[in-house]
C-alpha cells in the first residue's frame, strides 16, 4: 500500500554527533523517571509480545555505536490504547501495544525503535534541558492531543489506569534527525530500510480514520503525530533515506508471516475491552468486506481494517495470506 517513492531532489540530513556511551547520569535520571512514566502509560504489557519488542529493540540498539547498548537499553511495551512511541534518557525506550498493532512486519517494528534509540545516542533529550532531573523529564513528557475524542477519554485518566497522551516534545529538526539515525541502525541491522516510510504512512492513515472517528473531516492531531511531524512530507523523507543506502525497492514487500502470527491475541484498544487482534488466513472467496464484517465495531469497520493491514481502496486479498482483525472475547 505504501511503497511509494516520491519524485524529489537529493535528500541530505545533517547526523548529530552521537555519545560514546550511556552516561551515569543519563542511566540514573532515566531510571528514575521509568516507574512513573510506566504507570502513566497504564503499566507495562505482559504477553507473548514483550519478548519480540525487547529482542528487536536490542538488534537495533546495538547499531547505535553507544559502547554499552546491550546492556544499558531497557525496552518496554507499554499497556496502553494510544499509539506512541518514546525514550528518555538513559537508554529507555517504549511502545506501546496500540501502536505495536498497526505494525505489520518486524523491519516496521526497528523502525519506530531506531527512531527512539536515535533521539537516544543524540541525546536530544538532554539539549533541551542540560540539568535534567527526574522532574524535569517526566515534566517533559507532556502534551495531552486535543480534538480528539480519543484524546477527550484520555486525558486525565491515570487515576483509571488509562494511558494519557504523553511523550517527549522534541523540535522537528531533531526529530528527522532521529528518523535518518534510525535508518541508518535498522539498515545495518539487517531490515529493509523502506520499512520507515511504511510506518510513517501507516501512522499518517490511522490519523485520517481518527479523524472520521471522531466525526470531523481533514487531518486531526493523533497521539503520534503530536510531537512526532508526520504526513506526506515526513514519509517523502523516510524514503529518501531508505533510497540513499543503495538497497533496492521491493514492491510489495514480502508478508512477515512469523511477526504477524507473533501479534495474534494481543490486547486491544481499552484496558477491559475485551478487544484483541486476531491474525486470520485469507481462504478462497475472502473479500476486504467479509474481514471487515469480523471487526468489532459498530461503524467504520471497513476503514478500520484497511488501515490496520495497510490496504489501498480495491486491494485484493490473495488466498494464504494473513490478516489482522479486531475481535471480542
Not at 197 to 212: F, H, P, R, V
Request: aromatic share 6%.
Amino acid at each position: 500500500m505504501y511503497r511509494q517513492l516520491f519524485a524529489a531532489a537529493a535528500l541530505v540530513t545533517a547526523l548529530p554527533a552521537a555519545a560514546q556511551s550511556i552516561s551515569a547520569r543519563d542511566r540514573a535520571t532515566g531510571e528514575q523517571a521509568d516507574p512513573q512514566l510506566v504507570r502513566e502509560f497504564g503499566g507495562r504489557y505482559t504477553g507473548p509480545q514483550v519478548a519480540l519488542v525487547e529482542r528487536v529493540g536490542k538488534r537495533v540498539a546495538v547499531q547505535s555505536g553507544l559502547s554499552n547498548a546491550r546492556d544499558d537499553f531497557t525496552i518496554t511495551l507499554l499497556d496502553s490504547p494510544v499509539e506512541n512511541a518514546f525514550a528518555i534518557p538513559g537508554g529507555y525506550v517504549y511502545v506501546t501495544r496500540q501502536l505495536l498493532a498497526l505494525m505489520n512486519s518486524e523491519a516496521e517494528l526497528a523502525s519506530v525503535l531506531g527512531h527512539e534509540v536515535g533521539h537516544v545516542a543524540a541525546r536530544h533529550s538532554a539539549a533541551r534541558n542540560r540539568t535534567a532531573t527526574i522532574g524535569s523529564v517526566v515534566a517533559g513528557v507532556v502534551g495531552a492531543v486535543v480534538g480528539s475524542g480519543t484524546a477527550g477519554q484520555l486525558a486525565g485518566s491515570v487515576a483509571r489506569g488509562g494511558a494519557q497522551l504523553y511523550t517527549l516534545r522534541y523540535g522537528r529538526e531533531q526529530e528527522y534527525a532521529a528518523d535518518a539515525l534510525g535508518v541508518r541502525y535498522i539498515t545495518a541491522a539487517g531490515y529493509d530500510p523502506y520499512a520507515a516510510a511504511d510506518m510513517l504512512a501507516s501512522l499518517d492513515a490511522e490519523t485520517g480514520l481518527q479523524a472520521a472517528v471522531a466525526g470531523r473531516g481533514g487531518q486531526q492531531l493523533p497521539s503520534w503525530a503530536s510531537t512526532h511531524p508526520n504526513g506526506a512530507d515526513r514519509v517523502r523523507r523516510a524514503a529518501q533515506l531508505a533510497e540513499q543506502t543503495g538497497k533496492p525497492l521491493v514492491d510489495p514487500p514480502p508478508e512477515d508471516t512469523a511477526f504477524l502470527r507473533a501479534l495474534d491475541g494481543m490486547a486491544y484498544d481499552a484496558k477491559g475491552s475485551g478487544k484483541r487482534i486476531r491474525i486470520r488466513p485469507v481462504r478462497a472467496g475472502d473479500t476486504v468486506d467479509t474481514f471487515a464484517r469480523q471487526m468489532a465495531y459498530e461503524s467504520l469497520q471497513r476503514e478500520r481494517f484497511m488501515t490496520l493491514n495497510a490496504l489501498d481502496e480495491g486491494a485484493r486479498l490473495a488466498p494464504g495470506r494473513l490478516v489482522k482483525v479486531v475481535t471480542k472475547d
